[in-house]
């Protein structure tokens, strides 16, 4: 008996193996680019403590390896990330694959939490105001969706900042959790989220303007199709319209953005994340460059790769459980 | 129908519709009153924008309104004020009582939903049935129209089976109810020759089993000799005529019927012209194309398709060589190899003794101006952004003539195919279907080709002008000795332009020969079916406006 795989799995397998040489091909763009930026880990550290002499910085540069050739580095480096070790932090003083998970749970949080925010909410206020087009709640909706899209997202963290804890003083400034407090259950959950709410709300402000818009338009297109009309010629009501018809075919445009964006969504939470003082991978990714810790952030670039590939896959997985026309092959 | 009139279904009566500000003219639909009897068809003809399809709006309510809107004049239903109803009331007629077939099935039907589901959907919104008792009603449907294995086509998706099911979808959707009135909007014009009779005698089948009324709406005089009992001819948002099929067929009274059905080409084809002592301009010879199988390794495979295989033909000195088919026959293929707008896979085209297919690139661009091509797309085919006279100068200026001398030339161009000289100074948008096709034609010409291949050129205009762009056609290559390679799905058309004609079935030459006799006698029962198929072949139009070429 011939052995079967399934098609799913048959199809995710191909993708991996597609997945694979794109990864190296970054991992190596990466490596070499950062390399081309002027000074290295030692020059941070000895930055950091105030000068030290040429043979003790000699002595480090040997101990650490940068005393190699460029393409030296790169190689050894390959070969230890073949074996997912991504070496250690000289920061830190920890393994990558340490510091890295510490921060990877805080920034899928924050990612997932807002994307999924911004394309519900950008989804439906779209359909509202496609189904109301050029009526007031259509420019109102329409507007404000640009002026979020429009406002830098450091000036809009801060002007949340500024107003709901300086001012208000509903929410905490920054962080993840309240230092010292040591909650442990539903208190911790709670106080956690309370610390996401700003951030959560500036990253997925920006982006819901895109969703808001691409639904806009894909729903007046669609609306327009000739199976629109012959839903209505069978006498479907507006609701059953919208529901069946519309919806359903207007999504798919909007979800292959949604895939496209997550990778978006990563450098913007770099800054988000840095202003609010999440313990997430923006900020390591932010602190890294400015140490100049290579080995973390080719951790967090080869981590953010896999993410990207993942989700891709994912949305295409989506895409073709909501478009019947494809087959995934 | 002599007996007392039974009461209408439909009847329209002094219908206005009002166009929005700034329109071509302030009303679409200008005095229409018409009835459509039980059991009755009746034929609403017109040409492109004479406001035939917004009847069928008007009717269903589903005018896109505000901009366009009844301004006046009755509709009754069985007697019942249309015009009056709720929309909610409207929602309950709709599908139910009054039901629509489009034109389109490719795109009526939605892409996400199965065949089952979307029949279904009329059963839910309209039947007081369980789940089970509609499904058995939708597979009785299904199995009415003919569908091959009801069951499965129950649960495929739209793109899943081919053009011809997808219009028994939509009229088994129709009809599931048993509604009184059908509207059916260009219902077959989409479809191949040969689909669009199966589809024509189903509708008229269906329609005698319910004792439904059908308000059917077509620019196609053959498919109105087909199918009408009863004929209104609309002009420009007017109503000309109107009258039993038989009278207004074969007596047409009002001038513009005469035109109209004066312009339907007749299916008789020109007598053979002996043409054998004339040179062979152009050669193909073991023609071969398949598009490959798609994909490999890492994705996702595609069969491959022949598209053509082993086609060989000549065409001689002022000969017009017709290629005829259905969809998928290769036919266009065929003009798409022969210009080398697509790699043949083997065989050779011998243009003026050269072979075509072994031209390198260079070579390949001198030898393009002996043959030159005309596009299906009037609008498509021409940029946009371009003046008429800088489209048609453009070609020569490539191949090197004087800008100013080509821009001279260019406007005597305009004055061969009846074009006003101001038109050289005006974009493509500013034109008619017809006029558009001429300056297509204009632009193939600059070059002063041997070989013109015409893809489709009078598909996408109507009959009073496809008439005019044949004339055309067929007096420049008396008057310029121009050889014509004319691919076309319409057999009345090719009846009329073609010496010769090869018919193609699946990337094979299934007959070929002078038109006269293959028409005549065909010998390949593809052709015979073809043949059989044309709609209202049995009606022969009792006035001609154009000479037999």
Redesign the interface.
Known sequence: MPLTVPPILAYAL?RL??AAPVVVLIMIGTFLLLKLAPGDTVDALVGDMGGADAAFIERLRIEYGLDQPVWVQLWRYMVKLASFDFGWSFVYEQPVSTVLMDRLGNTLLLMATSLSLAFTIGVLLGAIAARRAYSLSDNIISTLGLVFYATPSFFLSLMMMLIFSVKLGWLPVGGIKTIGAFYDGWKHVWDVALHLVMPTAALSLIYLAFYLRLMRAAVLEVAE???V?????????ET?LMA??IM??ALLPVVTLLGLQFSTVLGGSVVVETIFTLPGLGQLAYQSVIQRDLNTLMGIIFLCAIIVVVVNFLTDLLYAR????I?L? | MTAPAPKPVLEIENLRVALPKGSDRPFALDGLSLTVAPGEIVCLVGESGSGKSLTAGAV?R?LPEPHVHVAGGAIRFEGEDILAKTEAEM??????RI??I?Q?PM????????VGWQID??LK??MKAGRRERKAHALEMLNRVHIPEPASAYNA?P?QISGGQRQRV?IA?ALALSPKLIIADEPTTALDVTTQLQILKLIRELQRDEGAGVLFITHDFGVVAEIADKVVVLKQGEMVEQGPADEVLNRPRAPYTRALIGAVPDLTPPPHRPLSDAPVVLSGKALKKTFAAR?GL????RAAVTAVKDLTFELRRGETLGVVGESGSGKTTVSRIVTRLVEADSGAVELEGKDLLACSARELRAMRKHIQMVFQDPMASLNPRKRVVDLIAQGPIVHGMDPRAARERARELLALVELSPAAADRFPHEFSGGQRQRIGIARALALEPRVIVADEPVSALDVSVQAQVLRLLADLRERLNLSLLFVTHDLRVAAQLCDRIIVMQKGEIVEAGPTAEVFAEPKHPYTRNLLASIPGRDWTPPVKSIEAA
């Open positions: 191909r193996i597609q199709l000739d199976y009309r012959t839903a209505r010629a069978k006498g479907a009501g059953r069946h018809h359903r075919n909501l478009d019947s026309r087959e092959k | 269903m589903l929602r309950a007629i709709r599908g139910d039901s629509m489009f389109e795109t009526a039907l939605n892409p996400q939903k199965t959907e009329v919104l309209h998706y793109h939509m959707m994909g890492l994705t996702g495979k």
